[in-house]
């Protein structure tokens, strides 16, 4: 018996999140005596496999089938509920992503699974299996009791906190049968974001909205972000106005960010855009309205001119580096 979890890589590289999946099915597995095993499938490195081991997978199933270097949501269905009967396993852990939300539901409707989406916390076992998530887009949180027998769990990227200890995993091939009709539908291309970090696994994020008056300014977003090593992200109406690109948009139609800080520069703090950025840690507000919504979700806030305080803020950020060196 062992806790399985989905993982995810970039051309080989394991996304950071799924780091974080490993730690917390590591996390239950220990709460349930037992172990975590780690599902990768394509083309990944051996050393990065076993890097595993550091974040608590005590085994490593492994599927090298280049087909599966992308997302074909009905083979990885195969390979999770394969290896989740071969393991005898009472949890299955995926991301609450893009791959997660196509791969996670098929999973649970195949093993008669209770799933939990959002996960935000590791589940409390003192009586059930109650999971807290996020609920009504991010206002408020919800505590779900999963009763059945085998569990799937969605982890909010983010949400648990990835901290790289000392272990090793084992590595083993992993065999399926797959159909044909697993790899039914062909990608003929993919449109790479470039960007230094992605928003999805950004710590620290700088976000512009309307009151940055247009793309223009943009570069006083960029340079605050690249002084913090940060993400930028924007609202919704700056992306359908084409000042930024849609992946950069977050909130109830676009991305969730759950960063450790989130600088809001010329936002108003809509609750559609709240829903995607209020599981920030620390969340900063620039605007020159002290009546703007997103001041009552924020931790800190200055009343300003964004033209004004973001120069002044970058300038602050760079003294403070040059200070430490
Ligand atoms: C169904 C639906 C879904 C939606 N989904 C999303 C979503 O996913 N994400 C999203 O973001 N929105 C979404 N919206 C839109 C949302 O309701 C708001 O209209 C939008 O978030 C406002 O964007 P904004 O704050 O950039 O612009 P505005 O509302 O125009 O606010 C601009 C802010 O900038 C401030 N400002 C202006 N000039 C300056 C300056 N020089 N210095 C400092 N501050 C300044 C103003 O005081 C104001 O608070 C959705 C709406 C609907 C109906």
Known sequence: MSVIVLVEHTEGTIKKKSLEAVQYAADIAKKLGTTATAIVAGNVAESE????????????????DNRLNQLHARAFTRILVTAARQEGSPVIVALHDVNGRAIAPRVAVQLKAG??????????????FVVKKSAFSGKAFAFVNVTSQVKVVMLAPNSFPLVKGEGSAVIENLTVAF???????TVQSVDQ??????????ELVVSGGRGMKGPENWGLIEGLAKELGAATACSRPVADAHWRPHHEHVGQTGGTVRPNLYIAAGISGAIQHLAGVSGSKTIVVINKDPEAPFFKAANYGVVGDVMEVLPRLTEAVKKFKAQQH
């Open 179 to 185: 159909d044909e009709k697993d790899f039914g539908v």
């Open 49 to 64: 496999m076993q890097n595993l081991g550091n974040y608590g997978a005590a085994k490593v199933l492994y599927i090298g």
């Open 115 to 128: 799933l939990v989406s959002g996960a935000l916390s590791s589940p409390d076992m003192s009586d059930g």
């Open 193 to 202: 974001i470039t960007g230094e970090i992605p928003l999805s696994d950004a």
